[in-house]
């Protein structure tokens, strides 16, 4: 595994009942780093991120994860075990604890198993100010004591990236963090995204281009299960096979849509 | 609702009657207010309870001999409900098998009583059945410490055995309750089939004493009574405890989103497992209770039906409530035992019109619906001011 890469995709291909959905995949993550994703929907990005998460296994490939120092086999092993290593992630419809409030939805996340009793006593100092931190980061501190499920969706995601950050996961994999977002809570957002990244490798997927052109500094398209074009921003953008991409999908739903409004 | 929620219902109180807010007095008298109206919150809040447990120490003054010890058996069903409710309404796991961890706890202390009963000889049904030697597993329990721990250990070991197994295969939902329902089919089969080791159909019955002394006296049953009052406030204090620890917003967690639980770094199924088992012991301590004190354990009160009756009356008194299930399990008990005291045939038909009106029109429960009253009323009183 290379110096600087956290985490390493080689050769990954995945298919549902015969429909291919990542094709052969090569993909990797500097540390500290901040990548985004995109690609058309149905490309494979939710795919990858369950791959990556051991939420589903590959039929062929080899996906490694390096944690100081040691490489993690992370199709070897299940969910809780990998974000124990250090994979968080964050997921496509925000996934937050709805009855718990929003300090216990950090307290609960904070000391996860690093001591199996730890569950059974009252949160420490240390953990207690390190949620308190966090909430102020993500600016929900004066909504501790409120329910989760109160939050507006757009907050909700918040939380849940604030999840994420209590953990100190070292890989963070953010599916769609800015949806349901209206523009002042974007421009937080990639702030946060932003600051965030320099100390931990994260990885956006995002449909927002208007977003990613505003935050990305490299971008990986992916379409069609493969790596369509990687790099900056600007350059990806001008890509013929990438506007190809993009515009064939478009021309594609502009027509569905047409003769859907035929009927 | 939810203990989680009881947090959430003491904020109204906090501040109520300070017209002017938070902001208006100087901070160290805005904690003592503070204090103070916790304090008398609390109070308020645990008035009942105190009234509650007032009562059951003195209902041997009151109650006849015969409804004493109706009062004793509804308590343990109370134990019960209570860990049913540790299971289902804070974990989410609706577990249609509760009768078999009652009935093991209640079977292993009656290996216990059983053999004092018999003096040395052969169980009677044991002979009647043709064996002419005790069965090895069955030695052990002639010494009561031996059989009191077993009443605890051997329902979380089935607990735990199976929950493993389940949970590990991420069996959830509706699948966990058909197969716990299947477990507490198996398991009354299995007891009526084995009847030379388990007394078949009739169940074990007919002791005489514990630690030497005559059940029927009543200074034992009194005592007998008070042992099962100290096990349900014990066994409430611990629950509590429980459920408002980390550990205990991590079993709402699973309820909410199991997935989220593993996605953050906890094997759902180590949880899961954990709280059935606790929930286990407990049902096997209320079996051995009721075991001693009805007389009697058989398979009719640990199969199929019983356990579907046991989470009714979690249903009726309020899942997540902790108090809820007590009051379920005592009130239920009572009108049954009163209405089939006339009408044995028709007592099927209220308690299913019973369970069918608690989920539709009291889906929270007595004590769920009670409290959401009292939360509505108390906000719509002047001078509320949320903190
Ligand atoms: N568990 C599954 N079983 C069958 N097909 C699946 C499964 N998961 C995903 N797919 C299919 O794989 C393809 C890629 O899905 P995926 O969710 O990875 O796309 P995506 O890039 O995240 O799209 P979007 O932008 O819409 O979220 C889709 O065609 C989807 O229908
Ligand atoms: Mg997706």
């Known amino acids: ?263 | 609702m939810n203990s989680v929620n009881d947090e959430r219902m003491k904020a109204p109180l906090i501040l109520e009657g300070t017209a002017a807010g938070p902001h208006a007095t100087e901070p160290d008298t805005r904690n003592a207010i503070r204090s103070q109206r916790h304090l008398g919150h609390v109070a308020l809040q645990s008035a009942p309870l105190a009234l509650g447990l007032l009562a059951l120490l003195l209902a041997p003054v009151f109650l006849s001999d015969f409804r004493l010890s109706l009062l004793a058996k509804f308590l343990t069903y109370a134990i019960v409900a209570l860990a049913i409710d540790l299971v289902w309404g804070y974990a989410g796991m609706l577990s249609l098998g509760h009768g078999v961890f009652f009935g093991l706890g209640g079977y292993a202390f009656a290996m216990y009583l059983k053999q004092e009963a018999s003096r040395g000889a052969l169980p009677d049904f044991m002979s009647w059945s043709g064996l002419t030697e005790l069965p090895v597993f069955w030695a052990p329990f002639a010494n009561a410490w031996f059989a009191i721990p077993m009443t605890m250990i051997i329902p979380a070991a089935v607990a735990g055995l199976v929950g493993y197994m389940v949970f590990n295969s991420r069996i959830t939902g509706v699948y966990f309750s058909i197969i716990t329902q299947a477990l507490a089919l198996i398991v009354s089969i299995l007891f009526i089939g084995q009847q030379p080791y388990t007394g078949g159909t009739n169940g074990i019955t007919n002791f005489q004493t514990i630690f030497g002394r005559a059940l029927i006296l009543d200074d034992v049953r009194l005592t007998l009574y008070y042992v099962t009052v100290a096990v349900l406030v014990l066994s409430f204090l611990l629950s509590r405890w429980l459920i408002s620890s980390r550990f205990g917003w991590l079993l709402v967690a699973l309820r909410d989103d199991e997935n989220r639980v593993r996605f953050i770094g906890y094997n759902p199924a180590h949880i899961k497992t954990a709280i059935l088992m606790f929930s286990a012991a407990l049902s096997g301590v209320a079996g051995a209770l009721f075991a001693t004190q009805v007389g009697i354990i058989s398979p009719a009160l640990i199969g199929v039906v019983p356990s579907i009756e046991m989470v009714v009356w979690v249903a009726v008194g309020g899942r997540g409530t902790l108090v809820g299930p007590i009051v379920g399990a005592i009130l239920v008990s009572a009108a049954k035992s009163s209405l089939s005291e006339g009408s044995p045939d028709y007592w099927s038909y209220y308690f299913g019109a019973l369970f069918i009106g608690s989920v539709l029109v009291f889906p929270q429960g007595i004590v769920g619906g009670a409290r959401q009253l009292s939360s509505f009323v108390r906000r719509r009183r002047p001078g509320y001011r949320r903190v």
Request: proline share 3%.
């Open chain 1, 1 to 263: 595994m290379p110096e600087n890469k956290i985490l390493v995709c080689e050769d990954v291909s995945v298919a549902f009942d015969g429909f291919t959905v990542l094709d052969h995949l090569n993909f990797s993550i500097d540390y500290a780093e901040l990548r985004f994703l995109i690609g058309p929907n149905g490309a494979g990005k939710t795919t990858l991120l369950d791959i990556i998460t051991g939420k589903t296994r590959p039929q062929s490939g080899r996906v490694f994860f390096d944690c100081s120092g040691t490489q993690v086999d992370v199709l070897r092993h299940q969910e809780h075990y990998l974000v124990r290593r250090g994979i968080g992630r964050k997921f496509q419809t925000p996934a937050v604890f709805s009855s718990l409030t929003v300090f216990q939805n950090l307290a609960v996340a904070v000391s996860y198993l690093r001591n199996p009793t730890a569950v059974f006593r009252a949160i420490n100092r240390q953990d207690f100010a390190k949620v308190m931190d966090t909430l102020e980061k993500v600016g929900l501190t004066a909504r501790s004591e409120d329910k989760a499920g109160s939050l507006s969706h757009g907050e909700q995601q918040w939380l849940e990236i604030a999840i994420l950050l209590v953990q100190e996961s070292k890989l963070l994999l953010l599916d769609e963090p800015v949806a349901g977002m209206t523009r002042p809570e974007r421009e937080r957002t990639g702030e946060l995204l932003r600051s965030i990244g320099n100390d931990r490798s994260v990885l956006v997927v995002e449909h927002d281009m208007e977003f990613v052109r505003q935050f990305a500094n490299t971008v990986t398209v992916l379409h069609l299960g493969k790596v369509l074009s990687e790099g900056p921003m600007e350059l990806v953008q001008q890509d013929p096979e990438v506007i190809q991409a993009y515009l064939g999908h478009n021309k594609a739903r502009v027509l569905q849509d047409a003769s859907a409004a035929g009927h």
